[in-house]
C-alpha cells in the first residue's frame, strides 16, 4: 500500500487549504481512511476520518466545522479542506488507512496500518 499526500503549503492565518491523498495497493473502495497531524514537540493526533462508502465522516471536535474529509472512490483519492486555518494547525499532516476492509478505524492512530510520508502545512500569524 502507498499513500502519497500533497497540498501542503505556508499560508497565513484565515486562509483555506486542500490537502490530497492518493492511495494504491488495495481497493480503495473498502477501506476507512483517516487524517492525522503532528506538530512540532506534539503527540500525532487525530484530525478526521471517513468510511468505505464516504457517507460516515468524524471529526476531531476542536476541528469539527473548519475541516472537511472527502473521498473520491473513482479516483483512490481522499482530501481534507481546511478553512479558517489557524497558526495551531500548523503541523505535518498525514493521511493513514485502516488495515482491514469495512472496519472502522476511529479516532485511533493505531487502527490505522498504512501510513503516508506526511505534507507539511504551517500557518503564520
Known amino acids: 500500500v502507498q499513500l502519497q499526500a500533497s497540498g501542503g503549503g505556508l499560508v497565513q492565518a484565515g486562509a483555506s487549504l486542500s490537502l490530497s491523498c492518493a492511495a494504491s495497493?488495495?481497493?480503495?473502495?473498502?477501506?476507512?481512511m483517516g487524517w492525522f497531524r503532528q506538530a512540532p514537540g506534539k503527540e500525532r493526533e487525530f484530525v478526521a476520518a471517513?468510511?468505505?462508502?464516504?457517507?460516515?465522516?468524524d471529526y476531531a471536535a476542536s476541528l469539527k466545522g473548519r475541516f472537511t474529509i472527502s473521498r473520491d472512490n473513482a479516483k483512490n483519492m481522499v482530501s481534507l479542506q481546511m478553512n479558517s486555518l489557524k497558526p495551531e494547525d500548523t503541523a505535518v499532516y498525514y493521511c493513514?488507512?485502516?488495515?482491514?476492509?469495512?472496519?472502522?478505524?476511529?479516532?485511533?492512530?493505531?487502527?490505522?496500518?498504512?501510513w503516508g510520508q506526511g505534507t507539511l502545512v504551517t500557518v503564520s500569524s
Open positions: 493513514s488507512q485502516a488495515g482491514s476492509p469495512y472496519v472502522v478505524a476511529g479516532i485511533k492512530a493505531g487502527m490505522y496500518d498504512y
Open positions: 495497493g488495495l481497493t480503495f473502495s473498502k477501506y476507512h
Open positions: 471517513i468510511n468505505w462508502s464516504g457517507k460516515i465522516t
